[in-house]
């Protein structure tokens, strides 16, 4: 269109070719991106392929869920999914317990004292996971909190508390003030008025902040490794390192407890994938 | 506190909310309390209070359970202690130790590399993703979703499979680059190699975060901008660095800085793939810091070494950290 005998209204005829090609571009656009997620899901296949072939010396051959009912009842896998169960729920529950509270003081509060508090999760945030461990494995020590899940849950609740509160007040910031003031006006007191109007319109902030702990929990490596000391009392992370040190020539029952592993996430992500966009990311970064 | 790799799940968005909550003076206008409603001074004592009890809970965790081991961290680190004792005080000697060794300097090293190839690497993968997600790929929703999978598996699985696939010369990858005549192919025996391998590792542990990032981010783009910027006859380059790189810097600081934050703690993806070898060449700081405790048991070297790590994670992300509301405030 740059020489000068091109009319001017001839733009709208390159437009007009415009759909056909954008539909070869919208294939392409489809092919690449089978091509690069395929790629990508290649160690995530080979976890699931690998978990559904027969053991060595099974005699079985093919794909058969046996490996996966070997793993269930013959190893430590079932009682290690129990402790990383019920140390992610419980932690999950405590976070949002004790999350939601401190999330609405920082969403309402306007003191120096609130944004200090708001500071001090922000850098407590950034800590090394390691300058942890060590003080507190000494401590705990002394508690007798070391090896139990109990020691766990403390730390899971501790180690999400800065992103839980922060996720709570983002949602609650969501939330109209004049709703409260309605039910402060009809008696209600600042309590009430958190718990029966913000909390009880929350729930999809409630979920994500539970979502979160709950991966926090259930994906850590580092304080499990270091807290645990008998098998019995393991979480599957350090039950499958160990599995994977001591069976690394048999890949189906080291593949099939990292099946175990990885399905609860996959799972909550499918289900409560909604509300991934919706407290998190959606809600507060789109449209500022 | 920052965990493993999961950490970011749905972080991003709550970022927003800190750097508001910082100056609660500003343009977000404050509720009032219900004490604006009927002010009597008990009244007012009574919600204060309640707001005190409210937040009391984290606080008492907070401080128990992360300032704490910081204070008696920075105590260690001025001790020559082991384990169970706290030794004799030694003053900075543990801290002049340790950066006269070339362990420490070498893990540095490696630490910097791990952390740019991380951040730039996944941000550069997930904002091409994002952007081609964003022009219309059919079934984008599905990809969106699988292509989240990396971030979501806990990495001890990733890492078991990944170690499947790379780490012996009979694994499929070696396999492959053998058939395809590049030899024998070590992938964690050579030391750089490893190096390569694990910054790779990362990169595909956290593109979905950044793939979430940009695309919450370029959503907000407004799709009239685009098309003004064609009529005005830029070309694709043009309106991808003049106009969208420009709009969504201010969530691309977030999420590098988080994305620095994560890299520089990072110790699973590292450990679990490598355990730091080979000839510690994959070492970074908190894998070293972990080793000195747990392996060689010099807790006073090992404490010193995450808390130089800290204290410069601190001021750094400060740094970024005031950038970012001087962004925002633009």
Redesign the interface.
């Known amino acids: 269109m740059s020489t000068a005998t091109t009319p001017r209204h001839a733009a709208p005829s390159t437009l007009e070719v415009r759909p056909d090609r954008r539909g070869t571009t919208?294939?392409w656009?489809?092919a690449?991106?089978t091509v690069?997620?395929a790629v990508?899901?290649?160690?995530?296949v080979?976890?699931v392929v690998?978990a559904l072939r027969p053991r060595q010396g099974s005699g079985l051959s093919g794909y058969t869920l046996e490996t996966i009912g070997y793993v269930l009842t013959q190893t430590q896998s079932i009682i290690w999914l129990e402790n990383s169960l019920l140390v992610s729920l419980a932690s999950t529950v405590v976070a949002v317990v004790?999350?939601a509270?401190?999330g609405?003081?920082?969403?309402?509060?306007?003191s120096k004292a609130?944004?200090g508090?708001?500071?001090?999760?922000?850098?407590?945030?950034?800590?090394?996971?390691?300058?942890?461990v060590?003080?507190?494995?000494?401590?705990f020590?002394r508690l007798n909190l070391v090896d139990t899940p109990a020691g766990l849950i403390?730390?899971y609740?501790?180690?999400?508390?800065?992103?839980a509160?922060?996720?709570m007040?983002?949602y609650f910031?969501s939330i109209p003030?004049t709703l409260?003031?309605a039910a402060?006006?009809d008696g209600c007191?600042?309590?009430g008025?958190?718990v029966r109007v913000v909390l009880r319109n929350s729930l999809p902030g409630v979920l994500?902040t539970a979502?979160?702990t709950f991966?926090?929990a259930?994906?850590?490596?580092?304080?499990a490794v270091?807290f645990l000391r008998s098998t019995i009392n393991y979480t599957?992370?350090v039950g499958?390192?160990t599995f994977?040190q001591q069976n690394a020539t048999d890949?189906g029952p080291?593949?099939a407890t990292?099946l175990l592993?990885?399905l609860p996430?996959?799972i909550v992500?499918?289900a409560l994938?909604r509300f991934?966009?919706v407290?998190?990311?959606?809600?507060?970064?789109?449209?500022? | 506190m920052s965990t493993s790799g999961t950490t970011g799940a749905i972080a991003p968005g709550v970022v927003e909310s800190v750097t508001r909550h910082q100056h609660p003076g500003g343009d977000h206008s404050q509720p009032g309390l219900p004490g604006g409603v009927r002010r009597t001074s008990s009244r007012v004592r009574r919600e204060r209070i309640t707001m005190a009890s409210l937040v009391l809970p984290s606080i008492i965790l907070v401080v128990l359970i992360n300032a704490y081991p910081v204070f008696y961290a920075a105590i260690q680190s001025v001790h020559d202690g082991t384990l169970t004792t706290t030794g004799d005080f030694v003053g900075f000697d543990n801290f002049s130790t340790i950066l006269a060794s070339p362990a420490f300097w070498a893990s540095a090293r490696f630490t910097l590399v791990f952390t740019i190839v991380g951040v730039f690497g996944s941000w550069a993968v997930g904002l091409a993703l994002a952007l081609g997600l964003r022009a219309g790929v059919p079934g984008r929703s599905v990809f969106r979703v699988l292509l989240l999978l990396p971030w979501v598996v806990p990495i001890v699985v990733s890492a078991t499979s990944w170690n499947w696939l790379v780490a012996t010369p009979s694994s499929p990858v070696p396999q492959l680059a053998e058939a395809l005549g590049f030899g024998q192919v070590l992938f964690l025996a050579n030391p750089l190699l490893a190096q390569i391998t694990v910054c790779i590792f990362k990169v595909w542990v956290s593109f979905p975060f950044m793939l979430l990032m940009t695309s919450a981010a370029l959503e907000s783009v407004d799709d009239n901008v685009y098309q003004a910027a064609r009529m005005d006859g830029a070309n694709r380059w043009q309106t991808f660095t003049q106009i969208t790189l420009p709009m969504i810097a201010r969530s691309t600081y977030i999420s590098w800085i988080l994305m620095a934050i994560f890299c520089v703690n990072d110790f699973p993806t590292i450990f679990l793939l490598t355990g730091g070898g080979p000839v510690d060449a994959t070492t970074s700081l908190v894998v070293y810091a972990y080793k000195l405790v747990f392996t060689n048991f010099q807790t006073g070297f090992g404490v010193a070494v995450a808390f130089l790590m800290t204290v410069s994670l601190v001021i750094v992300s400060t740094i970024l950290y005031r950038q970012i509301r001087k962004a925002g405030i633009e």
């Open positions: 919208r294939w656009g489809l690449l991106y690069i997620t990508v899901l290649i160690p995530l080979a976890v690998l004790v999350a509270p401190a609405y003081v920082l969403s309402r509060g306007r609130v944004s508090y708001s500071l001090l999760l922000f850098i407590v945030q950034g800590f090394p996971v390691v300058v942890f060590i003080p507190l494995f000494i401590l020590a403390i730390i609740v501790a180690a999400s508390m800065s992103v509160c922060w996720m007040a983002a910031d003030v409260e003031e402060w006006i007191s600042l309590f008025g958190f994500s979502i979160f991966l926090v259930w994906n850590d490596y580092l304080v270091v599957l992370p499958l390192q994977f890949w080291v593949m990292a592993m990885m996430p996959i992500f499918a994938n991934f966009s407290g998190g990311i959606g809600g507060s970064l789109a449209g500022r």
